[in-house]
């Protein structure tokens, strides 16, 4: 089983739509999560952290559920500009000293208009 | 936000001959530096975990005498993809992490290296 699990999409929505991605994870100890967004041929850029509480950053919202070992980021008022791959990342336990990232394969959103 | 700035961009090499990629911290000192594999349409993979002035920790599957890591300072990390095949071709991506009262800081990406080797 991979260590972070996404839909790869593509995800196909009208301008202004509500669309929103799910990541699982398969360590209950991490620590940390993020979602990035990766434009094509770019590098990865933070979009949010997560954060158990779940919190919201204008049209952004994401979500952490660590019973379910699910994270969620849910995007309102989708503009063209949201058009990229958006990538569920994970922080490991602090305890193995594993401070290096692993990303899921990335959630590709279109945005049309 | 930090800077992190990755050379070269691009760069096509011959079957054979090695190529060296450089990641810099501009703006603050990374105690650690990662180098990441991307595959078309894939994720990015965790190559190797590199510490400022000692041996770079290799993840499993990855040849630690074909991609040579030097972290010689806090603010310099290389890869060095040695005998380099079409097989090597990705997108190499650094990225660095400093520590504030013994906690990571963010993560910063370099902008990548594309490597195409013919």
């Known amino acids: 089983r991979k260590e972070v699990e996404q839909d790869p999409g593509p995800f196909n929505v009208p301008e202004g739509a509500t669309v929103a991605f799910n990541c699982t994870y398969s360590?209950?100890?991490?620590?940390?999560f993020f979602w990035y967004r990766q434009d094509c041929r770019k590098e990865p850029k933070l979009l949010m952290s997560v954060y158990s509480s779940g919190n919201e950053d204008g049209r952004f919202t994401a979500q952490l559920n660590r019973a379910s070992q699910y994270i969620s980021l849910l995007i309102r008022d989708s503009k063209l500009s949201d058009s990229a791959t958006y990538l569920c990342v994970v922080n490991g336990p602090l305890d193995t000293g594993r401070r290096a990232l692993t990303f899921g394969s990335g959630t590709r959103l279109q945005v049309q208009p | 936000g930090a800077v992190v700035s990755q050379h070269p961009s691009r760069v096509i090499c011959k079957s054979g001959t090695s190529v060296k990629i450089e990641c810099r911290s501009l703006?603050?000192?990374?105690?650690?530096m990662f180098w990441y594999r991307q595959f078309p349409k894939q994720s990015l993979m965790l190559m190797a975990t590199s510490n400022e002035g000692s041996k770079a920790t290799y993840e499993q599957g990855v040849e630690k005498d074909k991609f040579l890591i030097n972290h010689a300072s806090l603010t310099l990390s290389t890869l060095t993809v040695t005998s380099a095949h079409p097989e090597d071709s990705s997108f190499y991506i650094c990225?660095?992490?400093?520590?504030?009262?013994?906690?990571?800081?963010?993560?910063?990406f370099g902008q990548g290296t594309r490597l195409t080797v013919v």
């Open positions: 990225s660095a992490r400093g520590e504030t009262q013994g906690l990571d800081t963010e993560a910063f």
């Open positions: 703006d603050f000192q990374a105690t650690t």
């Open positions: 360590n209950s100890a991490s620590q940390s």
